[in-house]
């Protein structure tokens, strides 16, 4: 199995602009978790999603960070504008999820965000 | 509420000798307990987990963890520690039993371990 699949791996922008992030999770896994990682606060789950439907969103910051899963193969982490605060390491993970189940997450590779 | 917590930022541990990163964890029911590993520059990577059943629970790379239920914790353990371990280690934890059915983890704040040739 590929894994998870993380893209683009890194990417610098300017303030302002827009930023979407691409995950593709582990196949079969109906589960999908989208972190944040900083030096300052550590890793965040900003939101996850069980069977495409987002469950937990209160992680995400403000209403500049949006995110999508519209089939069980794809999901997207998007920022717009986007601001200097924003640059981090953001990583998708995905498991297999089943009432009472004790799944293991398992970790893209990240995508390195710089916003100028 | 469920959080873990991990005390020390940083561990420092000579190489061969036993190496211990701790946890400690708050759930109001019964936790699935964690360890990951990170490596520079990469993803989590899973190492070992607790469900239940023997305290003990052994994990990749030569690694064992100790489910304490009357202390409320989870240390990860070595007993002779490389050169290649060093790395930040994340407890997570979910409460099995939560009414939301929720499955997300919760993490500690990462401990970077450093193992000094």
């Known amino acids: 199995d590929a894994g998870v699949i993380q893209s683009p791996r890194h990417e610098v922008t300017e303030m302002g602009q827009e930023v979407t992030l691409r995950c593709k999770p582990i196949?079969?896994?109906?589960?999908l978790f989208w972190y944040r990682q900083t030096m300052m606060r550590g890793l965040e789950l900003l939101i996850y999603?069980?069977?495409?439907?987002?469950?937990?969103d209160s992680g995400m910051p403000e209403d500049r960070f949006s995110a999508k899963m519209p089939n069980a193969s794809f999901s997207t982490l998007k920022i717009q504008p986007s601001e200097p605060r924003d640059s981090a390491v953001y990583f998708c993970?995905?498991?297999?999820?089943?009432?009472?189940?004790?799944?293991?997450?398992?970790f893209g590779p990240g995508t390195r965000l710089l916003v100028l | 509420a469920q959080s873990v917590a991990q005390p020390e930022d940083q561990v420092n541990v000579a190489e061969g000798n036993p190496l211990t990163v701790k946890c400690t964890y708050s759930?109001?029911?019964?936790?699935?307990l964690f360890w990951y590993v990170q490596y520079p520059n990469r993803g989590l990577q899973f190492l070992l987990k607790?469900?239940?059943?023997?305290?003990l629970v052994k994990g990749s790379y030569g690694f064992e963890a100790e489910f304490n239920k009357s202390q409320t914790s989870f240390h990860l353990k070595k007993p002779s520690a490389l050169v290649s371990d060093s790395a930040l280690y994340f407890c997570?934890?979910?409460?099995?039993?939560?009414?939301?059915?929720?499955?997300?983890?919760?993490f500690g704040t990462g401990t970077r371990l450093t193992v000094i040739p």
């Open positions: 993970a995905s498991s297999l999820f089943s009432q009472g189940g004790w799944e293991t997450q398992y």
């Open positions: 196949s079969g896994h109906n589960s």
């Open positions: 999603f069980n069977n495409n439907v987002p469950i937990d």
């Open positions: 759930v109001s029911g019964n936790p699935y």
């Open positions: 607790y469900i239940t059943g023997d305290n």
């Open positions: 997570a934890v979910r409460d099995i039993t939560s009414e939301t059915g929720a499955n997300n983890l919760f």
